[in-house]
């Protein structure tokens, strides 16, 4: 199954200037203004892309983010002008802010280990004495993080250090941090709808040739946002039971037990078609929970070449 999955990709568009190839999507530069955004199967976990695809991940990534893209642009503007094939959006050029603004509103995952640690300060913001994993926090917090280059891992940083070092001007990082609290709000409201939690996700930024700052990449997906059931929530808390997740968490729990961390020396355990089949399905679910709609599985034969049809169709029509 997994010989489906779309891995990589070599598109030539026409006036297409340039290529990046991240660790899930592939984004062209078209001319100086537009940018087509690939969204790929390949699966990232601790840092490290799996050799393997999942097929239709791409495409429940990329609906995911464009539909809630459409559910907040009355709140934050964003980079989205038309998404052409399953597995593409097709935006305007930005200049990417060099930070990650992360927003929890659960004591969890990194957060989770810091204060495990001991630690009661994250990203310059105190956390509360006497939390549990997984309790909320009285309101949330923001704990940005720099955008590490290829291969790197994301590190945490303060206002103050973002500010001092001159990585975003005082005036723009507090657009980011206003338009970061809107856009949870409005996804803890989606997501309280389809009876989740957003437990904390992240939102990048860019600015438009014009000087607009826009919501750009992905938005309340599973590979970006962790959510909660909502159902038996508390009582799992009150019993100290684990939260049951709606991420891509399974993934590393998986990887975790089979002595895989991304940490040096370890070796990447096989993933069986069984299992590629059985994450594939996991996504699946992932997507109608988060959006409430049955997904509909895009055609896998030739998936190059109508990706490629679709966008260049799009491209000689605009």
């Not at 660790?23 to 203004?33: A, L, N, P, Q, S």
């Not at 590490?148 to 070092?165: K, N």
């Not at 968490?249 to 895989?260: A, D, M, N, P």
């Not at 599985?297 to 491209?315: G, P, T």
Request: net charge negative; hydrophobic share 35%.
């Amino acid at each position: 199954m997994s010989s489906q999955a779309i891995i990589t990709t070599n598109f030539q568009f026409p006036n297409q200037s340039s290529v990046y190839h991240g660790k899930v999507r592939e984004v062209y530069t078209i001319g100086e203004d537009l940018l087509v955004m690939v969204a790929t199967d390949r699966l990232s976990a601790f840092d490290v892309v799996m050799p393997k695809g999942i097929p239709y991940k791409g495409q429940i990534l990329n609906q995911i983010a464009t539909k809630m893209m459409k559910a907040t642009e009355d709140l934050v503007p964003n980079w989205l002008i038309a998404t052409p094939d399953p597995n593409v959006a097709i935006g305007h050029l930005c200049e990417p802010f060099k930070v990650e603004m992360v927003i929890r509103g659960y004591l969890s995952g990194h957060a989770a280990r810091e204060y495990n640690a001991g630690k009661r300060v994250i990203c310059g913001v105190a956390m509360p004495e006497g939390l549990k994993e997984n309790d909320k926090f009285p309101k949330p917090i923001i704990t940005p993080a720099t955008k590490a280059e290829m291969g790197a891992h994301d590190e945490d940083i303060s206002r103050e250090d973002i500010l001092r070092r001159g990585i975003v001007s005082e005036e723009d990082y507090s657009i980011l941090e206003s338009y970061t609290r809107k856009l949870f709000q409005r996804g803890t409201e989606i997501a309280s709808s389809r009876g989740l939690i957003l437990v904390d996700t992240k939102y990048e930024f860019g600015k438009t040739k014009d000087g607009k700052i826009v919501l750009i990449d992905e938005i309340h997906t599973p590979d970006s946002s962790r959510y909660f059931y909502a159902d038996g929530y508390q009582e799992r808390q009150d019993s100290g039971e684990s939260q049951k997740q709606l991420s891509k968490e399974f993934v590393r729990q998986w990887l975790i037990s089979h002595g895989f961390q991304g940490l040096e020396g370890q070796n990447l355990p096989e993933m069986t078609d069984a299992y590629i089949s059985e994450i594939s399905n996991r996504y699946i679910e992932l997507y109608e929970n988060i959006t409430g709609e049955h997904f509909i599985k895009a055609d896998l034969n030739n998936i190059h070449e109508r990706i490629h049809n679709n966008v260049v169709k799009y491209l000689n029509q605009n």
